[in-house]
């Protein structure tokens, strides 16, 4: 995020498209795009609803309108314009020589945020390859000497090869760098993930659209402080740490990028093997901001992210994976409306709790406990008392509910034990 537009006065702009099915109406898309732009530190000075019944290849919008937007523009003093859609590089260039004012669209508004918030190496080459994907197909309007030819040797290219053709070829070659980088990223992330599932600690995945509260929960079951702000994309690497529930000694639970409809393609393909956490996940937590008008939208938004995960089925949204609602924010809302969805909690696999507050946090942890102990079995094992290892194991990891002497061995004292284990942890203790 440069300097300029941070801080920069700001005209948001919402085109409806007559012919376009949205998810979320006119004003909720405003409302959302109003988000992203303050999550960059811009000042709003004005919003619009833009009505257009017939999509204009060179502008987007109208005469008539391009004229208001150039009035608005001089009225509010605004340096910058904001249009939550998708402009074509020709109609992003042409907006700006009729508005003499720098004009961003939707995706190119997510790529600064994500590049502005991205801490990791990981992140920074995923938002780095996104920006150049988006950019190389705009050089024509991000650069005045491109039309220049060049001459010369070397890998800047031969005689008579213009500006923009060596520009772009080195884009190419630079994605192709951060591809291979990142495909190297994905391998050991891979790795990292069938080492926990070696492990015997079962991962729980917090997903939501963004600002549902991820971060807020995750902070208050972890005591970390994880980036948490009433911001859109306020979290954006993947964060884990190890919590401990009733009757689980030790679970890990990850943190991860918030979901977001229209989400630029660039974005979905970079940040795959962010994504790709969830799949590996024991329990996935769906945290929705309950007091959102439009959170039955942002529900399909995310499932639809799951979906392609191949996490759920895109038909039945059902999965491998236990899937939790947490319905996040309560504190927002009123008694009726929480008396309603405390009723209507019951009938789903639901939890409705506050994460600023912590209200519901005990229902919400015995829910989660009692979900990773379903499928847990009792066994009863004598084992030497000579055998420490297996003994401290069983004690580590699983829930021992009986431990007393069971006379004398061939090896010495011999030791009784009932434990509780899920079959990840049988499977383990099997294998001692």
Not at 20 to 25: G, K, M, N, P, R
Not at 317 to 346: F, Q, S, T, Y
Request: hydrophobic share 40%; with cysteine.
């Amino acid at each position: 995020m440069d300097e300029v537009t941070r801080g920069a006065r700001a005209l948001v702009l919402c085109p409806d498209i007559r012919r376009f099915s949205y998810d979320l109406d006119a004003a909720e898309r405003l409302a959302e795009a109003e988000g992203l732009a303050l999550a960059i530190g811009v000042v709003i000075e004005h919003t619009a609803i833009m009505p257009i019944r017939q999509m204009q290849p060179n502008t987007l919008f109208g005469s008539g309108q391009v004229e208001n937007i150039a009035v608005w523009c001089e009225q509010y003093e605004c340096e910058l314009v904001i249009v939550d859609g998708a402009l074509s590089p020709i109609q992003q260039r042409n907006l700006e020589d009729k508005l003499k004012r720098k004009v961003i669209d939707r995706t190119g508004l997510i790529l600064e945020i994500f590049g502005e918030r991205a801490a990791t190496a990981e992140g920074r080459l995923q938002v780095e390859l996104a920006h150049l994907d988006y950019q190389q197909s705009r050089l024509v309007r991000s650069w005045t000497h491109l039309e220049r030819q060049r001459g010369g040797f070397g890998f800047l290219g031969g005689p008579g090869e213009t500006q923009i053709e060596a520009d772009r070829r080195m884009i190419r070659q630079r994605m192709s760098r951060l591809r291979r980088e990142l495909e190297q990223v994905r391998k050991t992330r891979a790795l990292h993930r069938d080492r926990r599932g070696r492990a015997p600690w079962p991962v729980i995945a917090l997903v939501g659209y963004t600002n549902a509260g991820k971060s807020t929960l995750f902070n208050r079951l972890t005591g970390a402080e994880v980036m948490a702000e009433d911001l859109l994309f306020a979290t954006l690497d993947p964060t884990m740490r190890a919590i401990s529930l009733p009757g689980v000694e030790k679970a890990i639970l990850s943190d991860t990028v918030g979901f977001i409809s229209d989400l630029p393609t660039q974005l979905v393909a970079a940040f795959r093997a962010t994504l790709e956490e969830v799949t590996g996940a024991d329990i996935i937590c769906h945290v929705r901001d309950i007091a959102n008008p439009a959170h039955a939208a942002q529900k399909k938004q995310v499932m639809e992210v799951l979906a392609d995960l191949e996490v759920v089925d895109r038909e039945t949204g059902v999965g491998d994976i236990p899937i939790l609602e947490v319905w996040n924010k309560a504190d927002l809302l009123d008694e009726e409306r929480l008396d309603e969805l405390r009723e209507a909690a019951e009938g789903h696999e639901a939890v409705l709790l506050s994460a600023v507050s912590g209200t519901g946090m005990n229902d919400f942890s015995d829910v989660i406990a009692d979900i990773l102990t379903s499928k847990a079995k009792e066994i009863t094992v004598t084992i030497p008392v000579s055998d420490g290892r297996r003994i401290a194991w069983l004690h580590a990891h699983g829930d021992v509910l009986d431990d007393a002497e069971a006379g004398e061995g061939t090896d010495g004292p011999l030791r009784r034990l009932t434990v509780r284990l899920n079959p990840k942890e049988l499977g383990q203790y099997s294998s001692l």
